[in-house]
């Protein structure tokens, strides 16, 4: 991409348009799309180069992808919107504030106003009530049961996310907030079915559950400040430029926005985690000792998670071969030119910020799993930005450093009370992307033996 640095305007010449990807009649791209885009967006790169066009019925793509395209997410925002991408998931949560859909000085102004919030310190800080949230569920499991690894994970991470952004626990809310944070990822941002389906009775149900939900949250935040200071305490506290506070429905779609964090991205991972270690016994008895150790010595705090190299890296092999969030739907905000060819303002575009991760140059041998690779100096051999699990600039993940905290929490509790096996031992995961990718639910793992006299 060609920028004048003084003043980050792009400098427009004529260049050819991104070439277009061949795909199948009336089709194009869209099969390849929804089975697995990750890898078919490798394919292409090898075959086209950094950046392509793909077409899907009734709208065409401009792809981006490799280092290049990593490195101008991380450096040129004011070309790279968000706003258009979440248009219509501003209007059907009835807010024109989400923060995931602003950009520019407002999005950072919020951005900085929520930061404590989804802080490592947040979570750390309610540790205690969110293992007896983990051990609630822990209790139900019996030797020899099958447990599905990613809806059970599902419901202990909304739980706890809840707790920690909220104060509160979704209780038998669960299935609503899935309900709509799935149906909005598939109709409001991805656009893979049509509109119609938020006329769903049971999307409009969840949805004016969520709704009274939100509403009742409010209201115990404003007759009582008896608890650790939290996401709704930092809504409620904003201004905007003429010291206007928030609206309800507005504070409400933010703490929707909340759920959609990590229901699907932190689950995943840990289901990817647990899957990824269970299929090395070299790996699980070189952790375990380190797990044990932590809880043995009481001392679970930012410092002591510090001090477990083997399970951090196991958390960044895992969001290397299994990343959260691979490729990230962006709107070109004005002309500008990339790898020799011209993106026009108003393009839709995907960056496939993950495709670094499969690139040998970066990492050999890129679907083997290797905590290895995330040595420091390991990470130090690499150039800046082929690690990219979290995405890069602006609209860096804002929750990424409580996302990683409990990740290892979560691995370190379930490893500490039980000895487990994949169920079958020979199976296989796979990565469906429903948008983000998920292991799906055939993963299961089987209860082998307790531990610890908490599981019993």
Known sequence: ??????????????????????????????????????????????????????????????????????????????????????????????????????????????????????????????????????????????????????????????????????????????????????????????????????????????????????????????????????????????????????????????MIGSYNAGMDTVAGTVSFMLYAILKSPDLLARLQPEIDALFVSGRLNVDSLKDMPTLHMTVLETLRLYPVAPLLPRTAAKDFEFAGHCVKAGTPLFLVNGLTHFLPEYFPDPERFDIHRHTPEARKSRPPNAFAPYSFGAHTCLGAALAETQVMVLIAHLLHNFELQLDPPDFTVHMYFRPVPTPGDKLQVRILRHRTKTSA
């Open 1 to 254: 991409m060609k920028l004048d640095t003084a003043h980050s305007e792009p400098i427009t010449t004529q260049k050819p348009l991104p070439p277009l990807a061949k795909g199948l009649p009336l089709l194009g791209s869209s099969l390849s799309m929804l089975s697995d885009p990750l890898r078919y967006f490798l394919r292409m790169f090898q075959n086209y180069g950094p950046i392509f066009r793909i077409r899907v019925p009734g709208r065409e793509y401009t792809i981006m992808a490799g280092l290049e395209a990593n490195q101008l997410m991380a450096t040129a925002d004011e070309v790279l919107s968000s706003t258009e991408v979440f248009a219509d998931l501003k209007h059907e949560l009835g807010t024109e504030k989400l923060l995931v859909a602003m950009d520019g000085s407002a999005h950072r102004t919020r951005r900085k106003l929520q930061r404590t919030s989804y802080s490592r310190d947040s979570y750390v800080a309610r540790i205690p009530q969110l293992m007896s949230t983990s051990e609630a569920e822990f209790r139900k499991w019996q030797v020899g049961e099958k447990i599905p690894v990613f809806r059970t994970l599902q419901r202990i991470v909304v739980r706890q996310l809840s707790t920690v952004l909220l104060n509160r626990a979704p209780g038998d809310n669960f299935e609503s907030v899935r309900t709509l944070i799935h149906m909005n990822m598939l109709v409001s941002i991805t656009k893979l079915l049509p509109p119609l389906a938020l006329k769903h009775p049971s999307y409009v149900q969840a949805k004016k559950l969520l709704l009274q939900d939100g509403h009742d949250i409010i209201a115990e935040h404003l007759h009582s400040n008896e608890r650790l200071p939290d996401l709704v305490d930092a809504l409620l506290a904003e201004r905007d430029e003429e010291g206007n506070p928030l609206t309800e429905r507005e504070i409400i779609a933010e």
